[in-house]
């Protein structure tokens, strides 16, 4: 970006103008800080100008290179550069099963270990996480666990679950894991977890038996076990 006046097309025409030159993969990143919507009225009109320069250089991108655009702001993009893409993919939020592998393989690069229920019960708990978030996760505890000389399980416990207490309306397998979790890894008791979470301490017995009996994965594929 330049402050000077179409100097910022210039540049953009410039990189695509060499990433033609020979057979690439070229990658751009954060899309939406170049390819803004034009009806924007609270965008310069520079941007607009980058815009109109990118959507030609787009059209002349030869089909012996691949190019490939990612943002997480789609709604930002403008319309005309939906047309310049052949395909276009939407990277939904992990589920349960897939954030069980990526805490697992997470776990294992930070050269840790975790059982199956610990990792599915953090899974469950951080629904609605990216993978990127999971693994910023997992990269924490492991370095509290370290510098704290504390077990990384009861880190990452800690760090996932207790945050449960808090919800309201965290349905029951959510309240189960969390029960049984905070007493076997956190070291709660049952009347500090019944006063979390706003219930009677019998029923966190029961929520916790539950979760180990009939709730806990019993087998996990050993691909998505943290081995040492």
Not at 27 to 40: H, P
Not at 79 to 96: G, H, I, K, N, Q
Not at 98 to 107: K, M, N, P
Not at 119 to 127: E, G, I, K, S
Request: proline letters at 4%; a negative charge.
């Amino acid at each position: 970006m330049s402050s000077l006046l179409g100097k910022t097309g210039q540049n953009l025409r410039q990189l695509l103008v060499y990433a033609r030159q020979a057979p690439c993969v070229l990658l751009l990143d954060e899309f939406d800080a170049v390819a803004k919507r034009r009806d924007d009225q609270s965008d310069i009109g520079e941007l607009k100008r980058l815009v109109n320069v990118l959507l030609v250089e787009l059209d002349r991108w030869p089909a012996s290179g691949l190019l490939v655009a990612a943002t997480n702001h789609p709604q930002l993009l403008d319309p005309a550069v939906d047309r310049r893409f052949d395909l276009r993919l939407d990277l939904d939020l992990p589920e349960l099963e897939e954030r069980i592998a990526i805490l697992g393989r997470a776990v294992r690069r930070a050269g840790q270990v975790s059982s199956c229920d610990v990792l599915a019960a953090c899974a469950l708990a951080l629904n609605g996480s990216s993978g990127a978030d999971l693994e910023q996760t997992v990269a924490h505890a492991a370095r509290r666990a370290v510098l704290d000389e504390v077990s990384f399980e009861r880190i990452l416990s800690e760090t996932v679950l207790k945050p449960l207490g808090d919800w309201s309306d965290a349905d029951t397998t959510e309240r189960a894991a969390f029960c049984a979790l905070a007493i076997d890894q956190l070291g709660l008791s049952q009347r500090e977890i019944a006063k979390l979470l706003g219930i009677s301490h019998p029923t966190v017995g029961k929520l916790a038996q539950r979760w180990r009996t009939e709730l806990s994965p019993q087998a996990v594929p050993e691909p998505m076990l943290a081995a040492s």
